[in-house]
């Protein structure tokens, strides 16, 4: 491993430490099973868009750990699209940048974080924080994470899994949009309106 290598393992654990403890959290401190991804009684969209996100995800986690470890022997089959320092360097900044949204989204979140859509429990619609600038940053979070995977290691699958965890949350987003609306009504409505689905104007 090089130090580039080094560098995205310890991101890969500090992502898998916020998430792993954010659902050890709500289950112990909370009594709430956050992980509802694909779980439970759901209209068959919801429930293939969940599941869709569950494999792309694992795609990723996996594409993610198998290039820390053998992205040398990878490269030799899998052509790099563009390798050099800047663009491995670029792709390390996006992904902690990345980290930090998520976790910072999972933090501001509190009680009403869910992986997947729980339609089981009334939660807080949480506008304030970084939810005051986006009403996704976990996503953007992934987003970023998945597209500094690609600059880390810049070759076909790793754009096959960029392009295909894109689809999916997307995906994913507009059926939590769906699903907030009918919660919240106009209380989302109004948020909606105020504050973007992604960043800014995105």
């Known amino acids: 491993m090089d130090i580039s290598d080094i560098i995205s393992l310890v991101l890969l654990i500090a992502f898998a430490a916020a998430y792993i403890l954010k659902l050890v959290f709500l289950k112990r401190r909370e009594k709430v ?19 869709s996100v569950g494999i792309s995800s694992s ?14 022997k990878l490269s030799s089959f899998l052509d790099y699209l563009f390798i050099n320092t800047y663009t491995t360097y670029t792709g390390i900044f996006l992904t902690a940048v990345g980290v930090c949204t998520f976790t910072s989204a999972a933090i501001f979140m509190k009680n009403s974080w869910r992986v997947g859509i729980d339609k089981n429990t009334k939660t807080t619609l949480v506008t304030d924080g970084i939810y005051k600038y986006s009403r996704n940053p976990a996503f953007i979070g992934f987003y970023l994470m998945f597209i500094g995977l690609f600059f880390t290691y810049s070759n076909l699958l790793t754009l096959f899994v960029l392009v295909i965890n894109l689809i999916t949350f997307h995906r994913l987003i507009l059926q939590e949009e769906k699903h907030l609306l009918s919660m919240f009504g106009a209380e989302y409505e109004n948020y909606k309106r105020k504050v973007p689905r992604y960043f800014l104007i995105f």
Request: aromatic share 18%; proline share 0%.
């Open 59 to 72: 795609l990723w986690l996996l594409t993610w750990i198998f290039e820390i470890i053998f992205h040398n």
């Open 33 to 51: 099973n956050a992980n509802v991804l694909a779980k439970g009684k759901k209209d068959f969209s919801i429930y293939c868009t969940e599941m």
